[in-house]
C-alpha cells in the first residue's frame, strides 16, 4: 500500500509507521514533496527506511501523484493529500474495501476540524457537507484508496485542477464507497480569503471536467440542490446564503483568471500547521 503524500506533511507516516512498528512494514509510505521550502522531506526522513522520501521542484500535486505511483507496485494502493490526517485503523479499513471489499475505489468518513474558523467559513462548510456530491462521493476527503482494477482507471491522469473531482468522476456510484471504519481530519481554510481562493480553485475544476461529468451527476452547488437544502431546515437561511456569496465569489475569480490565463494552484496556507 502506497501513501503518496502530495505537498509535504508528514501526518500520514507518524502515525502509520508508529501503529505498525510492532508488527512489521505492513505499509509502503512514499512521501512526494513537490516543490517543497520547509523542512518536510527532513521530517519524513526521521522515520527512517519505513518511509520513502522523493523530492521534486516542479510544484504540481498532478506530477507528485505520477511520482509516487511510479515509485510503488503495491496494491490496494491510497493517496493521502498532505493536510490530511488518517490512522493506520482507517488506512486499513480503506485497503479492505477495495481489496475483498470488490469496489474500485473508496474514501473515508470526514472529519472537519473548524476550531479558529470565522463564522462565514463554518456557515459555508455546513452548507457544503450536505451537497450530494459531498455527503456521499469522493469530493473533498483528501483520502482515495483504488484497488489494481480501479487503478488502471485513472492510471493516466491528466493535468487538471480539480484531482479528486476527477477521482471522484472515474467511478460510478456502484463503484466507490465511504467507509465508516475510517475517519480523515480536515482543517478547511482559517481565513475567507484563503475560502475563497479554495472555491475558486474548484469552480476552475468543475469548468475543467464539465464534459467528462456523467448524466445526472452532480458535483457543484445548484440553485434547485441548495433550495432543497433551504427547504428542509429554513434556520440555516443564514449559512446558505454565506454558501452562495462565498460560491458565487469562487466562481467570478475562476472566470476572470480564466480569460487572464492566470490558472494556479491557488494554496491555501492559513489550515496548514
Known amino acids: 500500500m502506497a501513501g503518496a503524500d502530495t505537498v509535504g506533511a508528514d501526518t500520514v507516516g ?49 506530477n507528485a501523484l505520477r511520482l509516487g505511483d511510479a515509485a510503488t507496485d503495491v496494491f490496494p494502493r491510497i493517496y493521502v493529500d498532505a493536510d490530511i490526517e488518517i490512522n493506520a485503523v482507517g488506512l486499513r479499513a480503506l485497503a479492505a474495501a477495495v481489496g475483498d471489499g470488490g469496489h474500485l475505489a473508496a474514501g473515508p468518513e470526514r472529519a472537519l476540524n473548524l476550531a479558529g474558523c470565522p463564522w462565514l467559513v463554518r456557515a459555508y462548510y455546513s452548507v457544503w457537507a450536505r451537497l450530494p456530491a459531498v455527503s456521499s462521493g469522493l469530493v473533498g476527503r483528501g483520502v482515495v484508496a483504488v484497488s489494481e482494477a480501479g487503478h488502471r482507471r485513472i492510471a493516466v491522469l491528466p493535468n487538471v485542477v480539480n484531482d479528486d473531482l476527477y477521482l471522484h468522476l472515474a467511478f460510478g ?8 471504519a475510517a475517519r480523515a481530519t480536515i482543517r478547511p481554510p482559517r481565513r475567507v480569503a484563503d475560502l475563497l481562493r479554495r472555491r475558486t480553485r474548484a469552480s476552475l475544476g468543475n469548468a475543467e471536467q464539465a464534459s467528462a461529468r456523467p448524466a445526472g451527476e452532480t458535483t457543484s452547488a445548484s440553485a434547485r440542490t441548495v ?47
Do not use: H
Open 14 to 62: 507518524a502515525d502509520t509507521v508508529g501503529a505498525d512498528a510492532a508488527a512489521g512494514p505492513l505499509f509502503d509510505i512514499v512521501v512526494v514533496c513537490n516543490g517543497c521550502t520547509d523542512g518536510t522531506a527532513e521530517v519524513a526522513a526521521r522515520f527512517g527506511p519505513a518511509v520513502r522520501v522523493l523530492e521534486t521542484d516542479i510544484p504540481s500535486k498532478i
Open 173 to 180: 456510484p456502484d463503484e466507490r464507497t465511504v467507509v465508516t
Open 227 to 273: 433550495g432543497g437544502l433551504l427547504l428542509s431546515n429554513p434556520r440555516q437561511a443564514p449559512a446558505v446564503a454565506a454558501f452562495l456569496a462565498i460560491t458565487a465569489g469562487g466562481r467570478v475569480s475562476a472566470r476572470a483568471r480564466s480569460r487572464r490565463g492566470t490558472v494556479g494552484w491557488l494554496r491555501d496556507d492559513s489550515s496548514r500547521a
